[in-house]
């Protein structure tokens, strides 16, 4: 008999894939004050059940559309009143399938918010910028997973979460629009738009308890990418002073050749071509240009190298020193490419034969040798073995990164390890996983209810000291650039030569990358990005990367 993956885990991969609480404290007049920002008063409300304030659907640049679609963000309006911050605005537009953790509500080209959450108290506390993931496609800041509350209320620092442009309305890149920019820059839009939200936090973020001095961005998969390049750019240089990379890939950017190449596909299946190219696509409607994704499934939207926001691939970067320099927490999960295997046609299922000859399709005349390390014997069914090389392609990125940074900052290296979810043997420490144990938000009490799926109330409970213990490292980490502190295990630095990494598990441990992974890594690290996507298990836009 065929086995059957059992739907809820199913539909929670999917949703991934695109992915010590109190009573209120004496401090709700805190968060019944408006607070003064640079465009006007701003008002929040108390979080239920917790000693934290939330501020939501906050302006910070002018709506991306009309005349300003396809620009850099604009400044945000003044307002004559006070903005009643009590719900989330709208996402950016694009073709959401499915979310991690949570829905929009709605979708607009006016979609520049961010969100704050603070603890209910007075001080000036470190600030944490999330950057969500979605393959560059989807996405938002709004997502319940994100929610800050518990990070806000139990370990005092200020979260912030933001939407940016995704999908052909951030990523196109084109002559036409290079030409009109007074720097040449085109196709990294949804990047300036955090670099803006970056400036908003710096200059208005003391008014809701935050320290614009001591700022952290964070973000996974497309978010940890993210990260990547606004560590590698200049044009983001003082607005942190931390970094967090999960599960993110810092060589995966396009120089400006290759935009213009796919993205002149794309926008003739619009109907737009030429010098009228911008006005066209100016007056194309929005939703129109986020449903079109279909007319190029193999287009990848990513960041580019425009000598402007990147002047070469962040990776490189790295190696040279060329760098904002701070310190990083970076790595990845360990079964990374379960996930994505489960999206691909046939799934786990695929027979022995069809596994190889895919393989060997993707890696090319390098097949015989990637193959070389690893046995086809160890994998049950046969198509986990794509799951096991596509984890050490994105493993080695990771790893290629920390190898880059650690001689000029700080760098702390992980492994997400816990499996213990339902569905475990088909998904393992997948993709996404950690979101939770991130933000502390394994209670399930929110609506986002999907995480239930692969998350029951019992494995949520036993999962919680995991939780407790991520959130400490990544918020002391926050805090003063090093994530240790009293009554955690000691997470080592890494270098070169010790190459030491720790284990996140029910029961944590830090041991050095060695042995046969170390070689595997190695060997994908020295291949390119183009090499990874066309050879090393994934297809070109990667079979889960698309939505994640």
């Known amino acids: ?6 739907l809820g885990v199913a539909l929670f991969a999917v949703l991934l894939c695109l992915s010590g609480s109190g009573p209120a404290m004496a401090g709700d007049d805190l968060c ?3 607070v003064a920002t640079g465009q006007g ?3 929040g409300q108390a979080e239920k059940n917790l000693p934290a304030c939330s501020y939501k659907g906050i302006p910070y640049a002018a709506p991306p559309k009309g005349e300003l679609r396809f620009r850099l963000p604009g400044p945000p309006a003044m307002r004559a009143g006070t903005l009643a911050a009590l719900d989330y605005g709208p996402s950016c537009v694009q073709n959401e399938i499915f979310g991690a953790g949570g829905k929009s509500q709605s979708f607009s080209e006016d979609c520049l918010f961010l969100n704050i959450w603070r ?4 001080g000036a506390f470190p600030v944490m910028v999330w950057i969500h993931g979605g393959g560059f496609v989807m996405g938002s800041g709004s997502y319940e997973m994100y929610r800050g509350a518990n990070l806000a209320a139990q370990h005092e620092v200020v979260v912030v979460t933001i939407n940016y442009r995704v999908g052909p309305l951030s990523f196109l890149a084109l002559p036409e629009l290079a030409r009109e920019d007074p720097n040449g820059s085109t196709g990294n839009y949804g990047l300036f738009d955090q670099i803006a939200a970056l400036q908003w936090v710096h200059d208005n973020i003391a008014g809701f308890g935050g320290d614009p001095d001591n700022v952290t961005i964070f973000g996974e998969s497309a978010g940890g990418r993210s990260v990547c390049g606004q560590l590698a750019s200049p044009r983001a240089a003082g607005l942190f002073q931390r970094a967090i990379i999960e599960s993110g890939r810092c060589d995966d950017v396009q120089t400006l050749a290759q935009g213009f190449e796919n993205s002149r596909e794309f926008v003739k299946k619009l109907g737009c071509a030429g010098e009228d190219a911008r006005s066209c696509l100016r007056a194309l409607p929005a939703n129109k240009l986020a449903m079109s994704l279909g007319a190029r499934r193999d287009l990848e939207f990513t960041a580019h190298m425009d000598g402007w926001f990147l002047t070469a691939r962040p990776s490189d970067l790295f190696a040279q020193g060329k760098f904002n320099r701070v310190p990083v927490l970076i790595g990845n999960n360990r079964d990374e490419g379960k996930l994505f295997v489960l999206m691909e046609p046939g799934g786990y299922f695929a027979s022995r034969k069809k596994v190889l000859q895919t393989l060997k399709e993707r890696m090319g005349p390098r097949a015989d040798e990637v193959l070389a390390m690893y046995s086809l014997d160890d994998y049950h069914p046969p ?3 794509s799951g096991a090389i596509i984890t050490d392609t994105y493993v080695s990125r990771g790893f290629d990164a920390a190898e880059k940074l650690s001689p000029y900052v700080p760098v702390y290296f992980y492994r997400f390890d816990w499996d213990e979810e339902r569905g475990s043997g088909f998904l393992g420490a997948c993709h996404g996983l950690e979101l939770p144990f991130v933000f502390g938000n394994l209670d399930l009490h929110f609506p986002a209810s999907e995480l239930a799926l692969a998350l029951p109330r ?7 000291p995991l939780s407790e213990r991520m959130t400490a490292y990544w918020t002391n980490f926050a805090k003063t650039g090093d994530p240790n502190g009293a009554g955690l295990p ?3 630095l890494y270098n070169s030569e010790t190459r030491m990494r720790l284990h996140l598990d029910t029961n944590l441990s830090a041991r050095p990358v060695t042995g046969e992974e170390l070689k595997r890594l190695q060997y994908f690290a020295g291949l390119s ?5 066309r050879r090393a298990g994934e297809k070109p836009q990667g079979a889960g990367e698309r939505r994640r």
């Open 32 to 34: 019944s004050r408006s």
């Open 119 to 122: 603890p209910q108290k007075t």
């Open 490 to 492: 000691e997470w080592p």
């Open 383 to 385: 198509n986990m073995i």
């Open 41 to 43: 008063p701003v008002l």
């Open 458 to 464: 019992k494995a949520a409970r036993e999962a919680e």
């Open 529 to 533: 990005a183009e090499d990874l996507g």
């Open 1 to 6: 008999m065929k086995k059957s993956i059992p």
